[in-house]
């Protein structure tokens, strides 16, 4: 069994608010030192039993800008539950290329963004003489220990798993990142994409692979690799 074992440690200097609304799909606003604050928010995601007045948000000064952005900060995690939920939807691909990096994982990164049709997925890897066809999704939603995916429908995902499954010369991988320690298992959220769970369990009968592990935010800026958990798609 996989142990616990640090990954990265966040850059840039990370604050504490608490939120008051979502404004639209990508802002949020914050009371932050007596003063509302807008925040990025790096996640297409419903987050419906996440983004609930009151509850703690770090967040941190935006690491890329660029004359298009309208906020400075970018939120990093959302407190529920006991414990942060990492809601910055870029660090998925980055976490698993640590772990890789750490050795958590033996495959090695042949390499990343891989263009195919109408799709771009996350890395090609290779091990033991084999390559695979990955892509990576991020995973926020836990109910009693079940961790769900996705939380929003996502035709986007659907097309890449079909993408996956033609592309040739490596067999198709997909690997889960949940953004929170209390996972046990993950299983697919039926009702809210059945497209994207149909489309998936067709795959593993076409030969797609499964991965899922989660992580842990401690002390508000290092990330630790918690383990392997169970991908129940039946």
């Not at 419906?48 to 952005?69: D, Y």
């Not at 059945?194 to 592990?213: A, M, W």
Request: with cysteine; glycine share 8%.
């Amino acid at each position: 069994m996989l142990e616990a074992k640090p990954i990265f440690e966040v850059a840039g200097q990370i604050q504490r608010g608490v939120f008051i609304s979502r404004l639209n799909r990508f802002t949020v606003l914050l009371e932050y030192e007596g003063r509302d604050l807008m925040c990025h928010l790096h996640d297409p995601g419903r987050l419906r039993e996440l983004l609930v007045p009151g509850a703690p948000i770090l967040f941190r000064e935006a690491q890329t800008k660029g004359s298009r952005r309208k906020t400075r900060h970018d939120v990093l995690a959302v407190h529920s539950s006991g414990n942060w939920v990492i809601t910055d939807s870029r660090m998925p691909n980055y976490i698993l290329k640590r772990a890789i990096e750490l050795s958590i994982f033996d495959y090695k990164v042949v390499a990343e963004e891989v263009k195919y049709g109408d799709s771009r997925i996350d890395f090609l890897l290779e091990r033991d003489g084999v390559q695979y066809i990955t892509e990576v999704k991020g995973c926020t939603l836990c109910r009693d220990g079940v961790a769900l995916f996705p939380d929003a429908p996502t035709s986007r995902g659907s097309r890449q798993i079909m993408r996956m499954l033609e592309y040739p010369g490596a067999r198709p991988l997909l690997v889960f990142v949940i953004m929170r320690p209390d996972a046990r298992t993950l299983r697919p959220n039926v009702g809210t994409d059945p497209k994207f769970y149909e489309i998936v369990r067709e795959g593993i009968t076409r030969g797609l692979s499964t991965i899922s592990f989660k992580v842990s935010l401690e002390d508000g800026r290092f990330i630790w690799f918690r383990g392997a958990v169970p991908v129940v798609w039946g």
